[in-house]
């Protein structure tokens, strides 16, 4: 049985989506808070399991029988070091046989704050005891793609990325790893960087953009702090701007470049270009 943490999220339902291309559907679980929320799995044949982080009993029955898990890591950033701990624990009670856990590209070496809580964790899990292999997975260009339409509107991405590097993946690329290594042998001790093979900076995602979409589209340069106050007026939430803040400048460090091609290795195939999710994006504009 292989389990598959907050499988109702964007990165879960695409984990699910690449385990059934591999295995039964009735090997596959699916733990989330609200299992209404998964009717959909559930007729697929997927066993639902009704889970909680901050609920140790919902998890130990969650992870009952379960031979391989994923824990794809917390939204709630600042909280996940406990909610992560208690899946440790409850996986360790219930004798999970390898526990899969979704850290940040280059977690030990990363200028990211973000990075933190993903290093605690890891030590948590190495402290375990748990067989365990790491998915430290690097930037979803999906996370970019969603600036799109207001640099369209404004002629501008805005960023404090200076010309650091990005090497991002679609998240179905991330997903797809996942899947392959849940259902691989001989994984326990492993330890992936994750990222795409190509790597840009914003100022060629903004020349993508214009390319795309024959309007001229440059990129904008901002210190830290003038970054986030942009965020918050556009009605960010104030941690989510301070994460991607923060976030941008950690890529002008270098914490979101790599080369070793591990993911496009992984799943057998090249990771999805930017200028393809580019151009998808446009035209579903």
């Given at each position: 049985m292989i389990l598959v943490t907050g499988a109702s999220g964007q990165l879960g339902r695409l984990v699910i989506d690449a385990l059934l291309k591999r295995v039964p559907a009735g090997d596959i679980a699916a733990a989330v808070r609200h299992p209404d929320k998964v009717a959909d799995l559930a007729a697929l044949g997927i066993e639902v399991r009704q889970a909680d982080y901050d609920d140790p009993a919902s998890l130990d029955a969650a992870f009952k029988g379960v031979d391989k898990l994923l824990?794809?890591?917390?939204?709630?950033?600042?909280?996940?070091?406990?909610?992560?701990?208690?899946?440790?624990?409850?996986?360790?009670?219930?004798?999970v046989g390898l526990?899969?856990?979704?850290?940040?590209?280059h977690a030990d070496t990363s200028p990211l704050p973000l990075a933190a809580e993903h290093?605690?964790?890891e030590q948590l899990l190495r402290a375990s005891g748990i067989p365990a292999v790491l998915l430290r997975n690097g930037w979803y260009t999906e996370n970019y793609l969603?600036?799109?339409?207001?640099?369209?509107?404004?002629?501008?991405?805005?960023g404090s990325a200076g010309e650091g590097r990005i090497?991002?993946?679609?998240?179905?690329?991330?997903?797809?790893a996942a899947a392959t290594v849940l259902t691989q042998g001989d994984q326990a001790g492993r330890v992936y960087e994750l990222?795409?093979?190509?790597?840009?900076?914003?100022?060629?995602?903004?020349?993508?953009?214009?390319?795309?979409?024959?309007?001229?589209?440059?990129?904008?340069?901002l210190p830290e702090e003038e970054y986030k106050a942009a965020l918050l007026k556009a009605g960010l939430p104030e941690a989510v701007a301070t994460l991607l803040a923060e976030s941008d400048v950690g890529?002008?460090?270098?914490?979101?470049?790599?080369?070793?091609?591990?993911?496009?290795?992984?799943?057998?195939?090249?990771?999805?270009?930017?200028?393809?999710?580019?151009?998808?994006?446009?035209?579903?504009?």
């Amino acid at each position: 049985m292989i389990l598959v943490t907050g499988a109702s999220g964007q990165l879960g339902r695409l984990v699910i989506d690449a385990l059934l291309k591999r295995v039964p559907a009735g090997d596959i679980a699916a733990a989330v808070r609200h299992p209404d929320k998964v009717a959909d799995l559930a007729a697929l044949g997927i066993e639902v399991r009704q889970a909680d982080y901050d609920d140790p009993a919902s998890l130990d029955a969650a992870f009952k029988g379960v031979d391989k898990l994923l824990l794809i890591s917390s939204s709630e950033v600042g909280r996940r070091v406990p909610q992560h701990r208690a899946v440790l624990e409850a996986a360790k009670r219930t004798g999970v046989g390898l526990l899969a856990y979704t850290s940040i590209l280059h977690a030990d070496t990363s200028p990211l704050p973000l990075a933190a809580e993903h290093i605690e964790t890891e030590q948590l899990l190495r402290a375990s005891g748990i067989p365990a292999v790491l998915l430290r997975n690097g930037w979803y260009t999906e996370n970019y793609l969603a600036s799109i339409p207001t640099a369209l509107e404004l002629g501008a991405v805005f960023g404090s990325a200076g010309e650091g590097r990005i090497s991002s993946a679609a998240r179905i690329d991330y997903a797809e790893a996942a899947a392959t290594v849940l259902t691989q042998g001989d994984q326990a001790g492993r330890v992936y960087e994750l990222a795409g093979d190509e790597s840009y900076s914003l100022t060629e995602f903004s020349a993508e953009i214009s390319r795309q979409s024959g309007k001229t589209v440059a990129y904008q340069h901002l210190p830290e702090e003038e970054y986030k106050a942009a965020l918050l007026k556009a009605g960010l939430p104030e941690a989510v701007a301070t994460l991607l803040a923060e976030s941008d400048v950690g890529a002008s460090k270098g914490g979101l470049f790599d080369d070793s091609h591990q993911l496009s290795q992984l799943i057998g195939r090249p990771t999805t270009p930017m200028a393809d999710m580019v151009a998808a994006s446009i035209n579903a504009d």
